[in-house]
């Protein structure tokens, strides 16, 4: 017994060791960062110090119509993107996952791609592909006889930068839902076809329920993401036109690095990471309702 218990002890020192590493550079890479920027969020940044000033930051936050209209920005985009990206990734992937395996490849580099491409590349390459002069976009509408469209503009911003949002996160999502999928033991498919589903019966009562875990992950995922959106905007509009795509992210660092008010853009972040927060619980909830494990 005392050896048993001897091994144990030597196993569980073994692994505490193992993930130290991990733990101490989260802590100090995440856990102290956050831990920092609730203090700033109570203090502003006045002269050379930074001085306690209470809960004044989230007063003017709450009261501040640039902000209002980041987090109603980033909000759509959440709300137009997640369906759209769920029904796409979950109706391509069913067609594909048992392609040949060549095939499935190719379809894995394509819509992956622009996934793990640099944001500054898919950015110059948006940008080229929009310009309302040369652009790929209103050659296109000139050879159907319309006129060119400033799509970086006034109207059109918003719309542009969902789409360009969709291309860059719908590639995960794909790869994930096809690992799930071929994951799925084939006698459950084969048995059900015997007993005369067709392929929409087999998607909507063995696929669909079997994939629930991996919609949840994409779900969450893709909705962190979303409201993490900064790059993208910093490069193609700064936040315009009349901070139409301005999101969260973009107004903090604005507000930080521009402004230098380091108090209220930390009061700016904690308020994100509450919506991230109340948003994915709600998405967990709604997800896993009526799913057992």
Not at 75 to 101: C, D, G, K
Not at 119 to 138: C, D, E, R, Y
């Amino acid at each position: 017994m005392r050896a048993t218990a001897r091994g144990i002890t030597k196993d569980r020192i073994s692994g505490y060791v193992f993930i130290a590493p991990a733990v101490v550079l989260f802590a100090i890479f995440q856990i102290f960062p956050l831990f920092r920027t609730a203090v700033l969020s109570f203090q502003e940044f006045i002269g050379s110090t930074f001085v306690p000033v209470g809960a004044k930051n989230y007063i003017e936050l709450f009261g501040d119509k640039i902000f209002a209209r980041s987090l109603l920005n980033s909000t759509l985009f959440v709300a137009i993107n997640i369906p759209v990206i769920l029904i796409f990734t979950l109706f391509v992937s069913y067609r594909i996952y048992r392609s040949h395996r060549v095939l499935l490849g190719f379809y894995r580099i394509a819509f992956y791609l622009p996934s793990v491409a640099s944001i500054v590349t898919i950015s110059v390459v948006w940008k080229n592909l929009l310009n309302p002069v040369m652009g790929l976009a209103n050659y296109v509408l000139g050879l159907a006889g319309k006129a060119p469209v400033v799509w970086l503009g006034q109207g059109y911003a918003f719309g542009s930068l969902t789409l360009i949002l969709f291309t860059i996160n719908v590639g995960m999502s794909l790869i994930l839902y096809i690992s799930a999928m071929q994951n799925i033991p084939t006698a459950l498919i084969e048995a059900a076809r015997i007993d005369g589903a067709g392929q929409r019966r087999v998607f909507f009562s063995i696929v669909l329920p079997l994939v629930v875990p991996t919609t949840l992950f994409v779900v969450v995922i893709n909705t962190i993401n979303l409201f993490q959106s900064f790059a993208l905007v910093n490069l193609l509009t700064k936040g315009g036109p009349y901070y139409a795509t301005s999101t969260i992210v973009f107004q903090i660092y604005d507000t930080a690095f521009w402004l230098q008010r380091y108090g209220l853009a930390s009061a700016m972040g904690i308020v994100l990471g509450v919506v991230i927060a109340a948003v994915s619980l709600i998405q967990f909830t709604i997800v896993n309702r009526d799913v057992e494990y």
